[in-house]
Structure formats: C-alpha cells, structure tokens
C-alpha cells in the first residue's frame, strides 16, 4: 500500500544511486507542504522539491500534448505543411513582428537589471529571418508518416516496416526564442511538443504563442496543444515535465549542471533524452598543419559565442612557435570586429610560448554583469580544459602547447565536452587515426561553426548532443524534426492458408 507524502523531516536519510545516502535538510522540511512532489536525483542524491503549482503546470501541458497527438492522427500532411507556412506569415508579418519584437525587447531590460546574459535572448531580424527559412524548409520537407522504410515478402504474407510518430517531445530551453520554430518540426512527423522556457525569455514565448504560433495552429485546423508552452518560469516545472513518463523523448538546450540533471531525471523516468549540456568546439594544430589554414579556422571560428565557437586550441610543441603567435593574432581580430580586447587562458607549463606583451597586459572584458578588467592572459591548470568561456562580447579561449596528435587525443577525450572537434593537418593517415580516436560526434579539418542543423544538413535542429552522457543510439548528435519517430510493424495477409 502506498500512502502520500505530507510532510518531510529534516534529517531524514534518504538512499539514492543504491548504496548512498543523502539527508533532508531542515529548509527543505520548512517548505514541503502537502501535494508537493520530491525527487531524488540519483547521480548527485540532490532532493528536488516540485510545488504543487509546478506540478500542475507541467501535467496540464503535457495532457494537451497528449490529446493533440492522438487527434494529429487524423489530421493531413498537407495540412501540418500549411501549419508551417501560415506560422512563417505570421512572424514575417510586420505588426506581428512588433508585438513580438516589443514583448523581447521587455525580457531583455528585465533581464540586465538581474545581471543576466543577454547574449541569446535578442529576437533580431537575424533569427527573425532564420525562423521563417526553417518554418519554411519543414513545410517543403517530404512528409514521412507512414514511409515504407523496408518489406519482407513471405508466400501468401508480407510484413512492412513503417515510419510512425513518436509521441510527445518535451524541451527545456534558458532564452532563445527561436527555438519555437525549431521544436515545432517534431510536427512534421505527427509528434506533439511542450516547451518551457527561462524567466528572460517568457515574455518573449508567450508573445510568439499567443501572435504567431497559436493562431497558424488553428487556421491550420491542427489541436492547439500540439505545440504547448508550460506556464510557469520555475525550474521545478522543469523537473516535473521530465519527470512525466508519458514523454516519449526529452531535449534539454541550454549548459552545465541544469542541463545534466534535468536528463537525470528524464532517464530515471525511462525516458530517451537529447543532451545539449556544455559545448565549446575544440581545435588541435599537429606537427604539419598548414599556417594560412590554422589561422582562418581560428579567426572564423571565433565570429560569435554559441556551442560550436572555439573554445579550447592545442598546437604541437614543434610548430609552436609560428602557430601561437598567428593564434594570438586570430584571436586579437575577432575581438577587433566587436571593436573588443580579448581573453586568453593558457594552460599551466605552457606559458613559455606567449609574448612578455601578453604576459603582462590587461584587457576589459565583457561580461553578464558589466566590463572588468582583468588580465589578457591567466594560467589554466589542466584538469580545467574542459570549462567552456561563456564570454558576451570579448572572445574568450584556452590554449595548450602539446608534443603530440596521441597527447592532443587523450587530452580530448579526458577533458573535453566530446563535442566538436577539428585537426589541422596535411597528412591523410593522421586524419584517419583522428577521427577513429577521437570520441566526438563532430569532427572536421576546418571551422568549428559548421555544427548546426539548418546550415550543415538544411534542416531546422531541435538540439545538438554532445556525448558526455554516451553515444547516441542509432541517430546522429543533430537532432531535427523528421528524426523523431519511431518504426512500427505491419502485416498484410493474402493467402488465407497461411498458418504457423
């Protein structure tokens, strides 16, 4: 018999990851009230508390996801594809646009008077123009529903596998307002969506739901729940919503700890996850690479801060001293274009290579909550490699002077987010050995800014992975809208004779 829980103890022991425990704490036990839910996150034994409210957030969005999918069965391709062009007449719609544009403009104020990023949150009439193309780029795509993907024909019987909706897809995203066009993809494959998305960017979501998205649903005749926005800017309705098994995959965009815990607690709940938690591209120079390439990668890789921007550059011992300082001076042109300075970090042992000027300069670097002066180059120990700069306006990296491709490898898949990474190198067999070393979904011999699904593949991305939390099975790190299915089997009979 199971009873409910109304009222937690502080000191309580509560078992976690089998054989750990952890313990309540007295300001956890003050404010559980009863219908509250609680979690324990079974990799760090963290006890989550879910209000009542958030609960109830999370469960409603999800209960209209889950009507809209059944109904979307009924519900034609050609109809989801005039969903996706009515969506992009609406934010190509000027006074549409206002309204959205005036409801970012509101996050953003909010936003740096908390000293928080703003980086990601602008709604400009960049994402403006890359929404439409990819609203658009879903409505031209094939429709998949119900694609034979292969047969087995036996006398007299048949059996087919057919592409089928998944179900519902969750995201959990911090401030960029385009995601919405992107999670709206999962449409295409008959799949429905619950989004929730960070306190600077509410406004901003409820203004594309309520101006753009919602009214392209109902022209379209599709379920407005087909596509719904959690109402609460709570991380415990985060919790919550991925915690609901009824969810047939869970995306978390965003990076760090957050991210981690919230596929924590979607794979304690059985359910598949896309992980885009901490990113950073990284780049290794080897013993041949070549100068006029190296340095074009590095300055094009350093255009603006996203996931797949360099993060983390490894140049061979040998070359050093030629590569560095045609680094430095990649890097100092990438501040240059934002009319900025630039931040290096260099790892310990490997400060011998840098220029007495950069040793000893300062540099006023851009952050969330104003310009510090700081020093253009400080000391990185190691085992920090792997931390990703989540610089605003002055790019900011990490540089390690290696003896070889084998130690730039090891270094990467010790270290890294196992992500993105390039090899700079004239030597065939040494890309060979790269790629099948390297423990990265991402590889290249070039910019690392190639990773993204709109611009690599031509389709509108719902998430990036990393695999800091494993290979993906049987999908690539670029999740986008049509890969979400899954496969059904189906028999056709034709000689009544046929028996076991």
């Given at each position: 018999?199971?009873?409910?829980?109304?009222?937690?103890?502080?000191?309580?022991?509560?078992?976690?990851?089998?054989?750990?425990?952890?313990?309540?704490?007295?300001?956890?036990?003050?404010?559980?009230?009863?219908?509250?839910?609680?979690?324990?996150?079974?990799?760090?034994g963290?006890?989550?508390?879910?209000?009542?409210?958030?609960?109830?957030?999370?469960?409603?969005?999800?209960?209209?996801?889950?009507?809209?999918?059944?109904?979307?069965?009924?519900?034609s391709?050609?109809a989801?594809?005039?969903?996706?062009?009515?969506?992009?007449?609406?934010?190509?719609?000027?006074?549409?646009?206002?309204?959205?544009?005036?409801?970012?403009?509101?996050d953003?104020?909010?936003a740096?008077?908390?000293?928080?990023?703003?980086?990601?949150?602008?709604?400009?009439?960049?994402?403006?123009?890359?929404?439409?193309?990819?609203?658009?780029?879903?409505r031209?795509?094939?429709?998949?529903?119900?694609?034979?993907?292969?047969?087995?024909?036996?006398?007299?019987?048949?059996?087919?596998?057919?592409?089928?909706?998944?179900?519902?897809?969750?995201?959990?995203?911090?401030?960029?307002?385009?995601?919405?066009?992107?999670?709206?993809?999962?449409?295409?494959?008959?799949?429905?969506?619950?989004?929730?998305?960070?306190?600077?960017?509410?406004?901003?979501?409820q203004?594309?739901?309520?101006?753009?998205?919602?009214?392209?649903?109902?022209?379209?005749g599709?379920?407005?729940?087909?596509?719904?926005?959690?109402?609460?800017?709570?991380?415990?309705?985060?919790?919550?919503?991925?915690?609901?098994?009824?969810?047939?995959?869970?995306?978390?965009?965003?990076?760090?700890?957050?991210?981690?815990?919230?596929?924590?607690?979607?794979?304690?709940?059985?359910?598949?996850?896309?992980?885009?938690?901490?990113?950073?591209?990284?780049?290794?120079?080897?013993?041949?690479?070549?100068?006029?390439?190296?340095?074009?990668?590095?300055?094009?890789?350093?255009?603006?801060?996203?996931?797949?921007?360099?993060?983390?550059?490894l140049?061979?011992?040998?070359?050093?001293?030629?590569?560095?300082?045609?680094?430095?001076?990649?890097?100092?042109?990438?501040?240059?274009a934002?009319?900025?300075?630039?931040?290096?970090?260099?790892?310990?042992?490997?400060?011998?290579?840098?220029?007495?000027?950069?040793?000893?300069?300062?540099?006023?670097?851009?952050?969330?909550?104003?310009?510090?002066?700081?020093?253009?180059?400080?000391?990185?120990?190691?085992?920090?490699?792997?931390?990703?700069?989540?610089?605003e306006?002055?790019?900011?990296?990490?540089?390690?002077?290696?003896?070889?491709?084998?130690?730039?490898?090891?270094?990467?898949?010790?270290?890294?987010?196992?992500?993105?990474?390039?090899?700079?190198?004239?030597?065939?067999?040494?890309?060979?050995?790269?790629?099948?070393?390297?423990?990265?979904?991402?590889?290249?011999?070039?910019?690392?800014?190639?990773?993204?699904?709109q611009?690599?593949?031509?389709?509108?991305?719902?998430?990036?992975?990393?695999?800091?939390?494993?290979?993906?099975?049987?999908?690539?790190?670029?999740?986008?809208?049509?890969?979400?299915?899954?496969?059904?089997?189906?028999?056709t009979?034709?000689?009544?004779s046929?028996?076991?």
């Open positions: 018999m199971s009873l409910a829980l109304e009222r937690l103890i502080a000191g309580t022991p509560i078992p976690f990851a089998g054989n750990r425990v952890t313990v309540v704490s007295p300001e956890l036990a003050l404010r559980f009230q009863p219908g509250d839910h609680l979690l324990v996150e079974q990799v760090s963290e006890l989550l508390l879910i209000p009542v409210a958030d609960q109830k957030a999370a469960a409603l969005a999800i209960e209209r996801a889950e009507a809209a999918f059944t109904a979307l069965s009924a519900v391709d050609q989801i594809s005039e969903f996706f062009d009515l969506f992009a007449q609406r934010l190509e719609d000027q006074d549409c646009w206002d309204l959205i544009e005036a409801a970012n403009l509101a953003i104020e909010w740096k008077t908390r000293g928080r990023s703003t980086t990601r949150l602008l709604a400009d009439e960049r994402m403006r123009r890359d929404m439409i193309a990819g609203l658009r780029a879903w031209d795509a094939p429709a998949t529903r119900g694609k034979v993907i292969s047969c087995v024909e036996h006398e007299g019987w048949k059996v087919e596998q057919v592409v089928s909706p998944l179900g519902i897809v969750a995201f959990v995203f911090e401030g960029r307002p385009n995601v919405f066009a992107d999670a709206a993809g999962v449409l295409r494959t008959g799949n429905t969506a619950v989004l929730r998305i960070g306190s600077d960017a509410l406004g901003t979501a203004a594309i739901v309520t101006h753009a998205l919602n009214p392209a649903l109902e022209a379209a599709l379920p407005v729940g087909a596509v719904s926005l959690v109402e609460s800017v709570n991380h415990a309705a985060g919790w919550a919503m991925f915690a609901d098994r009824r969810l047939s995959l869970a995306v978390a965009r965003g990076s760090g700890r957050a991210v981690s815990q919230l596929g924590s607690i979607a794979q304690q709940a059985g359910t598949a996850v896309s992980l885009h938690g901490t990113g950073g591209a990284w780049l290794i120079a080897d013993q041949d690479a070549d100068a006029t390439r190296f340095a074009a990668v590095v300055r094009n890789s350093l255009d603006r801060k996203v996931c797949n921007t360099l993060n983390v550059c140049i061979h011992r040998d070359r050093a001293a030629e590569l560095v300082p045609l680094f430095l001076h990649a890097l100092k042109e990438a501040g240059a934002r009319d900025e300075g630039c931040k290096l970090h260099i790892v310990e042992g490997s400060e011998s290579c840098l220029p007495y000027d950069w040793r000893h300069a300062t540099v006023d670097v851009c952050r969330a909550e104003g310009y510090q002066t700081e020093a253009m180059a400080e000391p990185l120990p190691e085992d920090q490699l792997g931390r990703e700069w989540e610089w306006e002055t790019p900011e990296v990490s540089l390690k002077i290696v003896d070889d491709l084998d130690s730039a490898i090891a270094l990467f898949n010790r270290y890294s987010p196992q992500f993105t990474v390039s090899l700079i190198s004239e030597t065939p067999e040494a890309h060979e050995r790269f790629y099948n070393a390297v423990n990265a979904p991402f590889v290249g011999n070039g910019i690392t800014r190639w990773v993204d699904g611009y690599a593949l031509n389709k509108p991305e719902l998430g990036l992975s990393n695999w800091e939390s494993g290979r993906l099975f049987a999908r690539s790190a670029i999740l986008s809208g049509d890969g979400v299915f899954t496969v059904r089997s189906r028999m009979q034709s000689d009544l046929v028996k076991r």
